[in-house]
């Protein structure tokens, strides 16, 4: 499979990283406003994303990065939204795996922020700061070099050679 | 690439399934498995000595009533077959309608209930219940989970008064309460009493929740889900080879002894 070459740090402009960096503080945002409905800032951050999608790779790489990682985040923090409502209402026993599935849930999200704030600096220098399993998903749907598919407006590319 | 980022996967998922389970297991001792039965037969010998010296649960003196309470509990303990518990039922002498739980297999029962129940298939069905407690080990699990299970075999003489204290006064939550009835239908079934006795006996209780004699009673601790407990006592229906055979006492005689 094909890739994209990489830009090196002294060719991203100032704006193009302060942009990637923000895509991080979005999904802080996005995440501190969805605390009462995790899944609210899901919808937010694919906002994000599409609103940002013409500013560059490096721009998309960081914002799906973010994208990505925060949705496991989320779905945790969902179920155990969903979990907590179910145990009040039906009088169940918050049980040894509830507060087991609790610490996950909060160790995630705290790697999670860590791991952003680390991503954000790296942006803002112009660095490729890769997290794991969703630094390379990202990296590869935005970096592959897709085949051209014929419905899609012309492109205009460099000769094969 | 897709290998690598598999990989990735696979261990994220890994790493933190590992952090549920390990969580899991330290974070909350409320585990029941945290105490042998041994030990727990132990602490309810000691609890059930406490707790009948308190005058209010002084042990009930009539041969009559202790006999039929002893046939009820051998009926259902034929019925249940193998335990890891030596059942003991112990009446005692209040007009309170109550009946609990102390662990390690012992059964309290007041003369207030025993007078309540029309007949010895609606003790019965209590004495059911109150084993399916025994055997789920829900006193064991609430005992841990309100004082840790240090605290719990520490043998120290205040912690003693507490957990008697509990003991006398535990409701479990609607789960428990419900894998308690479940239980007891069973149970009755196996032990060729009618298990639908148990939710007449329900509906009769459901009746009497002002009573004030029935404020200690755990089985009625759980109101606002009392009418789904009863109509999922209903919808049991035993095998079709069930048939039921009376329990065979003079109960208007017994009562009348009380
Ligand atoms: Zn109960």
């Given amino acids: 499979m094909e890739y994209h070459p990489l830009p090196q740090p002294d060719e991203i402009e100032v704006r193009v990283r302060e942009d990637a960096m923000g895509a991080y503080f979005m999904m802080f945002a996005t995440a501190a406003m969805g605390l009462p409905l995790p899944i609210l800032n899901l919808v937010a951050a694919v906002i994000y994303f599409y609103v940002n999608r013409d500013k560059g790779r490096f721009v998309q790489f960081h914002t799906l990065q973010s994208l990505y990682s925060q949705i496991p985040v989320t779905l945790l923090n969902s179920g155990l939204v969903v979990w907590t409502i179910v145990n009040f209402a039906k009088d169940y026993d918050f049980t040894s795996y509830y507060w087991g599935y609790l610490v996950m849930t909060a160790t995630a999200g705290l790697i999670y922020f860590i791991f952003s704030l680390v991503g954000a600096v790296k942006a803002r220098k112009g660095i490729f700061y890769y997290f794991v399993f969703f630094g390379k998903v990202a990296y590869h749907q935005v970096y592959r070099i897709r085949p051209e598919h014929g419905t899609s407006a012309p492109k205009n590319r460099p000769p094969d050679y | ?258």
């Fill in chain 2, 1 to 258: 690439m897709q290998r690598s980022i598999l990989k990735d996967l696979l261990i994220l998922l890994g790493m933190f399934g590992l952090i549920w389970l390990a969580a899991s297991l330290f974070s909350y001792p409320e585990n029941p498995q945290l105490l042998s039965i041994e030990k727990e037969e132990r602490l309810g010998e000691v609890y059930v000595d406490l707790i009948l010296l308190n005058p209010i649960f002084r042990e009930l003196e009539n041969e009559r009533v202790d006999s039929a309470v002893r046939m009820i509990g051998k009926r259902l303990e034929e019925g249940l077959g193998h335990s890891e518990y030596n059942y003991r039922f112990v009446v005692f002498e209040n007009e309170m309608i109550n009946a609990f739980t102390v662990p390690g297999g012992n059964i309290l029962i007041s003369s207030g209930l025993i007078g309540f129940c029309d007949s010895p298939e609606e003790l019965a069905s209590v004495i059911a219940h109150e084993m399916g407690h025994v055997e789920e080990r829900h006193v064991v699990s609430r005992l841990i989970k309100e004082l840790g299970i240090d605290i719990l075999t520490s043998g120290n003489q205040y912690v003693m008064g507490e957990v008697t204290g509990l003991l006398t006064s535990t409701s479990f939550d609607r789960k428990q309460e419900e894998e308690a009835d479940q239980f007891a239908a069973e149970l009755l079934e196996h032990s060729s009493i009618e298990p639908r006795t148990l939710a007449s006996f329900f509906r009769k209780l459901e009746e009497e929740l002002d009573n004030e004699l029935m404020k200690h009673f755990e089985i009625v601790s759980t109101h606002p889900n009392f009418r789904s407990r009863i109509r999922k006592a209903l919808s049991y229906v035993p095998g079709d080879d069930f048939e039921a055979l009376p329990i065979d006492l003079d109960w208007e005689g017994i009562r009348a002894g009380l």
